[in-house]
C-alpha cells in the first residue's frame, strides 16, 4: 500500500514542523523533507521576534528629551548644584561640563551624521569623607530628566565569588528607569567608594583579588561602551535566568571616592620631604594642607587602581578639605541645611525653634577637632536636639530655644565627656 502522497512506501508526506499543515493543505514549504516550515510560519517568528524584541532605536526618547527639557549650559548646572553644596567650585565646574556634554551627546544623535562619533568622558571626584562627592551626585539626580543611580562599590566582587557581579551596577539603572533599556542606555550612573576596589598588592595576578584587580578588571567592559547582559533583578547571576541587552556607549559613570592616605603617594611624587639645595624654592608653593589638588593619574596607579581603569576615567577632579567657613555654611545656608531642616521638623509640631550662635560655633568646632566632616555635623545635631525631639511634641510649647549651656551638656552627656574632653 502506498504511503499518503502517492510516493515509495517508505517516505513521508513533508509537513511543517510546528503547524503540521502539508502542501495539500496550501502552505507553501521551505526546507528538507526531514524538516520544513512553512512560510506562514517563518511570518509569525519574525513577527513575534520584533514585537518582543528590547528595543536599541532611542529616536522615540530622544524626541521625547528634545520636547521636554532646556539644555541647561554648564553655569547653569553649577548655580544649580551652588544652591546644594557649599564650596567645592572645582569639581562642580568639571561636573557641569560632563553632563552639558552627556546631554549634547544625547540631543545630536540622528540629527546629524558628519561621521564624527562624540565620545563621553567618564569623571573620577578623589576627596575625604565628608566633602560632598555623594551630595553633589544627589544633586545632580535631582535635576536630571534621565535615569541615574546611586551604587556602591564595596559590594562588588568578581564574577563567580560571593557579593553582587559588577552588572549589577546596570540593574540600579534598569529599576529608575522602569526597565526602559532605551532610556536607561542614556542615564547616568554614579559608582561610590571605588577606591575600595584598589588591588590590594602590588604585585599583579600572584594571588586572586576578587573583590580589587578583579573588580577592576570587570569594570571596563562596562566603562568603555559594550552591550552588557544584565539580570534583571540583580544579585547573582545563573544560567537560566533570562538577561537583559544593554549597551553602555551612552551611559556616562562618575565615580567618587575618598582614596585614604593617597595624600602621602603626592607627597611623595612632589618631593615635600626632600631635604636639599634649592628643593624649598621648588616646593614652597605646593599646598601641604590640600595635596589632592595635585592628584595625577599615576598616584592613582600607585594607590592600587590599575592602568586600564583610569584610562576610561579620563576626567579626574578633586574636593578640598572643609573649613571651619565651609562647614558653617553648610550648616545654615543651602537649600536642605541642617538647620532648616531641625527647624521645620519642630514647626511641623507647631514649635518655633531657635539656636544661638553659639551653639553653631560649638557643632562647627568639634566636627573640626574630630576631623568628621559634613556627615559629623548631623551626628552632633542630633546628639543636642534628640531629648527636645522627644519631649518636645508633647509639651505643649510654642517655641524652643537650644542655648549654648544646653548644646555642652546634652554633647556631654551623651558621649561620656569625650566630645567635649
Request: with cysteine.
Amino acid at each position: 500500500m502506498a504511503a499518503a502522497g502517492g510516493t515509495g512506501g517508505n517516505q513521508k508526506v513533508p509537513r511543517c514542523i510546528i503547524c503540521g499543515r502539508t502542501e495539500k493543505d496550501g502552505a507553501l514549504l521551505i526546507g528538507r523533507s526531514s524538516g520544513c516550515i512553512c512560510t506562514d510560519c517563518v511570518e509569525n517568528i519574525h513577527n513575534y521576534i520584533h514585537e518582543n524584541k528590547p528595543s536599541s532605536d532611542n529616536s522615540k526618547f530622544i524626541s521625547k528629551v528634545r520636547e521636554d527639557f532646556k539644555l541647561l549650559s554648564p553655569k547653569e548646572i553649577h548655580k544649580y548644584l551652588g544652591q546644594y553644596v557649599i564650596g567645592q567650585e572645582e569639581a562642580k565646574k568639571f561636573l557641569s561640563v560632563a553632563v552639558y556634554n552627556h546631554y549634547k551627546r544625547i540631543l545630536s544623535q540622528k540629527e546629524e551624521d558628519s561621521g564624527l562619533e562624540l565620545e563621553k568622558s567618564n569623571v573620577l571626584m578623589v576627596g575625604p569623607t565628608g566633602t560632598g562627592k555623594t551630595l553633589l551626585a544627589r544633586s545632580i539626580a535631582k535635576m536630571l530628566h534621565l535615569p541615574f543611580a546611586i551604587v556602591d562599590a564595596t559590594v562588588l566582587t568578581e564574577a563567580g565569588y560571593v557579593g553582587e557581579d559588577v552588572e549589577s551596577i546596570l540593574t540600579r539603572l534598569l529599576q529608575d528607569a522602569d526597565y526602559d533599556v532605551a532610556k536607561a542606555e542614556m542615564g547616568i550612573v554614579f559608582i561610590d567608594e571605588i577606591d575600595k576596589i584598589a588591588r590590594k598588592s602590588d604585585n599583579p595576578s600572584i594571588t586572586r583579588d576578587v573583590s580589587g584587580e578583579g573588580v577592576q578588571q570587570a569594570m571596563l567592559k562596562i566603562l568603555e561602551g559594550n552591550i552588557v547582559n544584565v539580570p534583571p533583578q540583580g544579585g547573582r547571576k545563573h544560567p537560566e535566568q533570562k538577561m537583559i541587552a544593554v549597551n553602555t556607549n551612552n551611559i556616562l559613570f562618575i565615580c567618587g571616592g575618598a582614596f585614604e592616605g593617597i595624600d602621602k603617594k603626592i607627597a611623595q611624587r612632589l618631593n615635600t620631604k626632600v631635604v636639599g639645595y634649592g628643593v624649598q624654592e621648588k616646593t614652597k608653593g605646593v599646598d601641604k594642607k590640600d595635596l589632592l589638588r595635585y592628584i595625577a593619574p599615576q598616584d592613582l596607579r600607585s594607590y592600587g587602581l590599575i592602568p586600564e581603569l583610569i584610562g576610561r576615567l579620563p576626567v579626574v577632579t578633586f574636593l578640598h578639605p572643609l573649613d571651619r567657613k565651609a562647614l558653617m555654611d553648610i550648616l545654615t545656608q543651602p537649600k536642605n541645611a541642617l538647620m532648616k531642616q531641625y527647624r521645620q521638623m519642630f514647626k511641623m509640631d507647631g514649635i518655633d525653634l531657635k539656636v544661638d550662635d553659639s551653639v553653631l560655633d560649638l557643632i562647627v568646632d568639634t566636627a573640626i577637632k574630630y576631623n568628621l566632616g559634613a556627615r559629623g555635623l548631623r551626628s552632633i545635631c542630633e546628639a543636642i536636639m534628640v531629648d527636645a525631639m522627644y519631649e518636645a511634641p508633647s509639651s505643649g510649647k510654642k517655641s524652643f530655644r537650644v542655648t549654648l549651656e544646653y548644646a555642652q551638656e546634652k554633647l556631654s552627656s551623651f558621649t561620656g565627656g569625650l566630645l567635649l574632653s
